[in-house]
């Protein structure tokens, strides 16, 4: 018996004593979303080596996390005191852990002149801003824009008008349908604001007190919306790859689906074009950005890792393997973006990105509030003014408890 | 000098026997019971698991029960959970029934309908989900192309609030029907012959005898299928996060109570109000299943 439990209290020695090597050197912890693939995973790590050897120092160790893990990974992190030096952040995310406050203010790094922000686009500059203090360096950002089938689209649309037009020209019933109109979810809530932008509104007032989505911009991009649907069945427009099976005319993706659809539908010839306006073009914006947090060891040296990645032949890396885009405007004349017209045309939308309010409560409004509201309008259960009303009192009562 | 303790032979015994739950006993305490005492305590809290709880006392319980301005969707979706279970529960018991007669009426490859059936239970809910999406896919799925087959006009399976939720159920019948079999084929194998040799010397004839024989002794297994099948039906959600994307779509028509509750602690962060949900549902499935106990017949006189 006794020899037993001298085995156990051993096995525990040991698997103690495996938790407390010690690093040599200084060593930053980096979080980043795991790549798609073998290649780009190299990519990334090609690009740390390089930087610890250039360094000897300092040890950057990365580790890899699941995009659709990261969020609830970093969090649980974060309560429990684990959280990496640096990581990763979506930038939707980064003034809500900045008011958290754990994440370390980089206003001195960045007004020192390290690096130089007019080269930045200040969509994606703003929504690292907490407070108006930057909280985070926007890494690489994303868009929306109009994909559209060049057999069966002649013309391309440019206007909201011509857009109606388009989608009453193509539409055939039972066979094409016009565009894939988003629905009343997260998914459509996020798209919509760039509708409404298009327009000349905006989802919030400036201050993100009141809600004025129910305006006539707002009203007006929900119309133009329930106005396709005539146009697009979803009984085609919901049928797996109806775009790329060239049953739907257009739709609304990011330049995440570019790969997919070169690689898995060759035979498809489509183009990609600005999204339609009312009175000015818009889209939406989303992105990551890199953070460090407040518990970080030294954060002048992760501040220099940061910096490295943000030299411009880094940051076409890192943008490329996110199937993102660069966050510097000067990126746009590169090669790699240049000469590809598909990217070339996300970084001109891009131009024209509308942040997302910046309010803690959004997601949550977005999902329940909004959405509903679309969903209720495109499936004519109310009148789109009455919906849209409805859903600003309840958004507007939500907005006045988060400021108190 | 020897432990006295040690040589005592029952104390021996017990220690021993400590020693070989302890593996389990550890991991419930840590990965079960102390989870459970801690999200009890979180649910008095506003925690968004970055910066330190707060009491707040019944704040959540409140907001979730009565402030439908803000929770929107704590009502519906129970409500969509409760459909969800009766479309899922009597179909899932009758098919395990009906699978299990007709397996214990000594057909030919027992074993391999036995296995045929139970695939699809230890296939993951997220592969039978992604494959189910084609079935039920408006143009390309096998579904319409079948009904199309017979001229009948194709539907929009996962889209169209009507035949979203039903459509969600059918799968998970399909996927659990084996394994209730089982169950119900273990409790077959043990009805005694004699009671149908008996029966049919009175002469009863082949319903009487499943009416009268038959289910009756099948109670106990009934019971335990139906208590555990709506025990799990109340926490469905992979099989509809995979079908909705995770938005519970159409209209929330597929929404259930689990979903609502991933995102308010993984969307919204409201992880103490996600911790107040988890115990309303853990009340509410304690009361049904007490409930049961109490009214469901279980034994057989």
Redesign the interface.
């Known amino acids: ?2 020899q ?1 439990l001298t085995i156990i209290t051993l096995g525990l020695l040991l698997l103690t004593g495996c938790g407390s090597k010690q690093p040599a050197g200084r060593e930053i912890t980096f979080w980043a979303y795991a790549p798609g693939d073998q290649v780009r995973t190299q990519q990334v790590e090609a690009l740390v080596n390089k930087y610890n050897q250039e360094h000897p120092g300092i040890r950057v160790k990365i580790f890899f996390v699941p995009k659709d893990d990261f ?2 990974k970093i ?2 992190s ?2 429990v005191g684990a959280n990496p030096d640096c990581s990763y952040l979506d930038s939707g995310l980064v003034s ?2 900045a008011k ?3 994440l370390f203010c980089l206003d001195d790094f960045v007004n020192g002149g390290d690096l130089d922000l007019k080269d930045f686009y200040p969509g994606a500059m703003k929504m690292v801003k907490y407070d108006q203090k930057y909280y985070g360096i926007p890494l690489n950002q994303t868009c929306i824009a109009l994909f559209y089938n060049k057999e069966l689209i002649k013309k391309v649309p440019t206007t909201w008008d011509e857009l109606l037009q388009t989608a009453k020209e193509v539409y055939v019933p039972g066979k094409v349908a016009a565009f894939a109109v988003p ?5 459509g809530g996020w798209m919509f604001p760039a509708f409404v932008a298009s327009a000349g509104g905006a989802m919030l007032n400036d201050s993100e007190t009141k809600a004025i989505f129910n305006q006539p911009p707002g009203l007006a991009a929900m119309d133009l919306w329930a106005q396709l649907l005539l146009y697009s069945p ?3 427009t ?3 790859n ?1 775009f790329e099976l060239g ?1 739907v005319a257009m739709v609304l993706n990011g330049p995440w689906a570019i790969e997919g659809i070169k690689t898995n539908f060759p035979k498809l010839k489509y183009g990609i074009a600005l999204i339609p306006k009312k009175v000015q073009y818009a889209t939406n914006i989303g992105g990551e950005s890199l953070v460090i947090y407040q518990n970080a060891k030294d954060p002048p040296a992760v501040w220099d890792f940061i910096r490295y990645l943000m030299l411009d032949e880094n940051q076409v890396v890192m943008s490329e393997i996110s199937g993102n885009f660069p966050v510097k405007k000067t990126l746009i004349d590169h090669p790699q973006f240049k000469d590809d017209p598909d990217k070339r045309m996300f970084m001109d939308q891009i131009q024209y990105a509308v942040s997302k309010p910046t309010i803690e ?1 959004w ?2 409004i977005n ?3 909004i959405a ?1 509201a679309i ?1 209720e309008a495109l ?1 004519k259960r109310l009148s789109v003014a009455e919906a849209f009303n409805k859903a600003a009192k ?1 958004c507007d ?2 907005l006045a ?1 988060e400021k108190q | 000098m020897k432990l006295s303790v040690f040589s005592n032979r029952k104390v021996r015994d017990g220690i021993t026997g400590y020693l070989f739950v302890m593996p389990l006993l550890v991991y419930f305490t840590i990965f079960v019971l102390i989870p459970i005492i801690i999200s009890f305590y979180y649910s008095f809290t506003d925690w968004n698991m970055r910066s330190a709880p707060h009491w707040t006392g019944l704040k959540n319980y409140a907001e979730l029960l009565f402030n439908a301005q803000k929770q929107p969707y704590f009502w519906p979706s129970l409500l969509v959970t409760v459909k969800y279970i009766v479309l899922r529960v009597p179909a899932g018991l009758a098919l395990s029934l009906i699978l299990a007669l007709f397996l214990n009426s000594r057909i030919k490859g027992e074993n391999f309908f036995k296995l045929c059936y139970f695939i699809p239970m230890i296939t993951s809910a997220i592969a039978v989900a992604v494959l189910w999406k084609w079935l039920y896919d408006p143009i390309i799925g096998f579904i319409n192309q079948f009904l199309a087959g017979f001229s009948l006009p194709p539907k929009n399976w996962l889209n169209d609030t009507s035949t979203a939720l039903p459509s969600i159920a059918a799968m998970s019948v399909w996927q659990g029907a084996g394994y209730g079999m089982i169950i119900f084929l273990a409790g077959l194998k043990g009805i005694p012959e004699e009671l149908y040799e008996a029966a049919r010397i009175d002469g009863a004839n082949a319903w009487q005898q499943f009416w009268n024989i038959t289910l009756p002794l099948l109670r106990p297994v009934t019971f335990f299928l139906l208590i555990t099948t709506i025990i799990g039906s109340f926490q469905v959600f992979d099989q509809i996060y995979v079908l909705t994307s995770g938005l519970g779509g159409p209209e929330h028509s597929t929404f259930v109570y689990i979903l609502n509750l991933y995102n308010q602690a993984f969307r919204y962060y409201r992880m103490g109000l996600a911790c107040a949900m988890s115990y309303i549902l853990f009340v509410i499935i304690l009361i049904i299943t007490w409930v049961q106990f109490k009214y469901v017949p279980q034994e057989v006189e």
């Open positions: 018996m006794r037993v969020n609830t969090n649980t974060i309560a809500r852990f958290d406050n754990i629905k009343g979810d997260g998914y979803r009984l085609i919901d049928s797996a109806a049953r409560s997601t949550k999902d329940e509030i509903k969903d499936n309840d009562a939500i408890e």
